[in-house]
Nanobody
Framework: QVQLVESGGGLVQAGGSLRLSCAAS??????????MAWYRQAPGKQREFVAT???????NYADSVKGRFTISRDNAKNTAYLQMNNLKPEDAAVYYC?????WGQGTQVTVSS
């Protein structure tokens, strides 16, 4: 099992940037051999995929964030990051980190227009 703690959320104006972090602990093998992913859920909407990164560093993004968000990971620190630039009001949501079947508690991102 893996424990995940997200941080870095907050309130930002449209066009601004935030960097989210996801610190993983627990089974090191499980962390290193699985992709790390970010999802988000806005009020009244289903949780949706944002980005994922393999242990080797290959990234994949939802179309809605391509060119604006960048996912990365530091395997030595068991941490994944999500750099979010040019934020839009529609990016506002609770952002969750996922490794295998384990989820973090989420971090709130609010974007003012």
């Amino acid at each position: 099992q893996v424990q995940l703690v997200e941080s870095g959320g907050g309130l930002v104006q449209a066009g601004g940037s935030l960097r989210l972090s996801c610190a993983a602990s627990g089974s090191k093998l499980r962390i290193l051999t699985n992709t790390m992913a970010w999802y988000r859920q806005a009020p009244g909407k289903q949780r949706e995929f944002v980005a994922t990164i393999t242990s080797g560093g290959s990234a994949n993004y939802a179309d809605s964030v391509k060119g604006r968000f960048t996912i990365s990971r530091d395997n030595a620190k068991n941490t994944a990051y999500l750099q979010m630039n040019n934020l839009k009001p529609e990016d506002a949501a609770v952002y969750y980190c996922k490794v295998a079947s384990d989820w973090g508690q989420g971090t709130q991102v609010t974007v003012s227009s």
